[in-house]
């Protein structure tokens, strides 16, 4: 079935159950591994720019108080290649049943089936409710069960909704997604409760007072190699050990559609010219690249002297070219400034045949969002980004907290 047809097939009116009770505990983290695609090798830009899109119009409906119903046709093309994936080892019911899901923060339903099939145990619940969820570059449909989910060894939800796919598409090699974005961005996922929204993982663990703080946190590592363990998520807290010097609390934006996400306000600069005025963006695990709105992108094309290549989707510069890159500063309305360096905007050279590049080619890690600033959604710090920075997604405070590690300045690359 080609993505277009399941996406027209299964496009259904569809909402949302209930909302969590804060309490009080503990903290506790969950090792993730890093997994490249290696297969269905398509352009990396292009699917983060259909992601980008998608997670645009989405926003901007929900914060006019529009009805999302058709718009996830705009993802209906063929997009699989996600490059990077952060994927945790999720137990589900009882006996459990170990699935290895995308860790999202873009999405907020946790779902299973488009590997590994659902498995039924003595804590499984049907309750007869449909579900679908797009993501631009892909989408899932089933049916949702309620059912035990445990997260690492001591974080169990007793009574999880969770979706069990029975058709999806663009999650070749993954099992489906562990949904971490805001509660907000499960309405209309369910078909039978339009006007409600699911509790995420993050909410019930909350909720139950297994965690003390309504957070969740997340460590990523720049390496050069494939399915390593080099990641992790801390519900309920954030891991000193994981950052240098203190978290810097962005306040979560008020500017639509960003505010719909882990939006925050910043300004970016390539070396001491700015390219991009104060505006709104998002922190988001769904995106490889880090994306800019298109004249913020022009000018820094302009400003490396790169070329794009039509393989990659990616711009393309010389070593030489390399030698005088300048450093990327993303600085936001209370002062707070977090570099990204030469080496931290180029594509792992080891890893250019993951994404259809040429052995030896330097190809940068800045892409072009596909709309002009000005929109309220004008870059997404992706992956790309979050492998040289800790960060801290607080539905509490309603605040991301960003915080420089030891991979900041590293030389991966």
Same mark, same amino acid.
């Given at each position: 079935?080609?993505?277009?047809?399941?996406?027209?097939?299964?496009?259904?009116?569809?909402?949302?159950t209930?909302?969590?009770?804060?309490?009080?505990?503990?903290?506790?983290?969950?090792?993730?591994?890093?997994?490249?695609?290696l297969?269905?090798?398509?352009?990396?830009?292009?699917?983060?720019q259909?992601?980008?899109k998608?997670? #645009?119009?989405?926003?901007?409906?929900?914060?006019?108080?529009?009805?999302?119903?058709?718009?996830?046709?705009?993802?209906?093309?063929?997009?699989e290649?996600?490059?990077?994936?952060?994927?945790a080892?999720?137990?589900?019911?009882?006996?459990?049943?170990?699935?290895?899901?995308?860790v999202?923060?873009?999405?907020?339903?946790? /779902?299973v089936?488009?590997? #590994?099939?659902?498995?039924?145990?003595?804590t499984?619940?049907?309750?007869?409710?449909? *579900?679908?969820?797009?993501?631009?570059?892909?989408?899932?449909?089933?049916?949702?069960?309620?059912?035990?989910?445990?997260?690492?060894s001591?974080?169990?939800?007793?009574?999880?909704?969770?979706? *069990?796919?029975?058709a999806?598409?663009?999650?070749?090699?993954?099992?489906?997604?562990l949904g =971490?974005? @805001?509660?907000?961005?499960?309405?209309?996922?369910?078909?039978?409760?339009?006007?409600? +929204?699911?509790?995420? *993982?993050? $909410?019930?663990?909350?909720?139950?007072?297994? =965690?003390?703080?309504?957070?969740?946190?997340?460590?990523?590592?720049p390496i050069? =190699?494939? $399915?390593?363990?080099?990641?992790?998520?801390?519900?309920?807290?954030?891991?000193?050990s994981?950052?240098?010097?203190?978290?810097s609390?962005?306040?979560?934006?008020?500017?639509?559609?960003?505010?719909?996400?882990?939006?925050?306000?910043?300004?970016?600069?390539?070396?001491?010219?700015?390219? +991009?005025?104060?505006?709104?963006?998002?922190? $988001?695990?769904?995106?490889?690249l880090?994306?800019?709105?298109?004249?913020?992108?022009?000018? &820094?094309?302009?400003?490396?002297?790169?070329?794009?290549?039509?393989?990659t989707?990616l +711009?393309?510069?010389? #070593?030489?070219?390399?030698s005088?890159?300048k450093?990327?500063?993303?600085?936001?309305?209370?002062?707070?400034?977090?570099?990204?360096? %030469?080496? %931290?905007?180029? /594509? @792992?050279l080891?890893?250019?045949?993951?994404?259809g590049?040429t052995?030896?080619?330097? &190809?940068?890690i800045?892409?072009?969002?596909?709309?002009?600033?000005?929109?309220?959604?004008?870059?997404?710090?992706?992956?790309?980004?979050?492998?040289?920075?800790?960060?801290?997604? $607080?539905?509490?405070s309603?605040?991301?907290?960003?915080?420089?590690t030891?991979?900041? &300045?590293?030389?991966?690359?």
């Amino acid at each position: 079935m080609s993505p277009a047809t399941f996406l027209v097939t299964f496009i259904l009116a569809l909402s949302v159950t209930a909302t969590p009770v804060p309490t009080i505990l503990s903290s506790h983290t969950l090792p993730i591994s890093r997994r490249l695609n290696l297969t269905n090798v398509h352009n990396l830009a292009r699917h983060d720019q259909t992601r980008a899109k998608h997670l #645009k119009v989405r926003g901007t409906a929900r914060a006019t108080g529009l009805h999302v119903r058709g718009d996830p046709i705009i993802g209906a093309e063929e997009v699989e290649n996600q490059g990077i994936a952060y994927v945790a080892s999720v137990n589900i019911g009882s006996p459990p049943t170990s699935y290895n899901l995308i860790v999202d923060t873009g999405s907020s339903n946790t /779902w299973v089936g488009a590997g #590994k099939g659902y498995v039924q145990t003595s804590t499984s619940f049907e309750t007869d409710t449909h *579900v679908y969820v797009p993501y631009g570059s892909g989408a899932f449909y089933g049916m949702e069960y309620i059912d035990q989910v445990s997260v690492a060894s001591a974080l169990v939800v007793q009574n999880q909704s969770i979706g *069990v796919a029975s058709a999806s598409v663009g999650f070749s090699g993954f099992d489906g997604i562990l949904g =971490i974005g @805001p509660v907000d961005l499960t309405l209309q996922s369910l078909n039978s409760y339009p006007n409600n +929204l699911v509790p995420t *993982v993050t $909410d019930n663990l909350f909720g139950t007072g297994t =965690i003390s703080e309504h957070s969740i946190a997340v460590s990523f590592e720049p390496i050069t =190699i494939d $399915d390593e363990m080099n990641g992790e998520i801390t519900w309920g807290g954030a891991n000193s050990s994981k950052y240098i010097g203190n978290l810097s609390l962005l306040p979560i934006t008020t500017t639509s559609p960003a505010s719909q996400y882990w939006g925050i306000d910043q300004s970016i600069s390539y070396g001491g010219t700015t390219i +991009l005025s104060s505006t709104a963006g998002i922190v $988001d695990t769904g995106t490889t690249l880090v994306l800019i709105a298109s004249d913020a992108y022009a000018a &820094y094309t302009t400003a490396t002297g790169a070329v794009l290549d039509k393989t990659t989707g990616l +711009l393309l510069i010389t #070593k030489t070219q390399f030698s005088n890159v300048k450093s990327l500063f993303f600085r936001t309305p209370s002062g707070s400034t977090f570099e990204l360096t %030469a080496n %931290a905007q180029i /594509w @792992p050279l080891a890893l250019n045949s993951v994404i259809g590049g040429t052995s030896g080619n330097v &190809y940068l890690i800045v892409g072009n969002l596909g709309t002009p600033s000005g929109e309220g959604f004008d870059f997404i710090l992706g992956l790309a980004f979050l492998e040289r920075f800790y960060a801290v997604f $607080d539905t509490g405070s309603q605040t991301v907290g960003l915080a420089n590690t030891t991979f900041t &300045y590293a030389t991966t690359n």
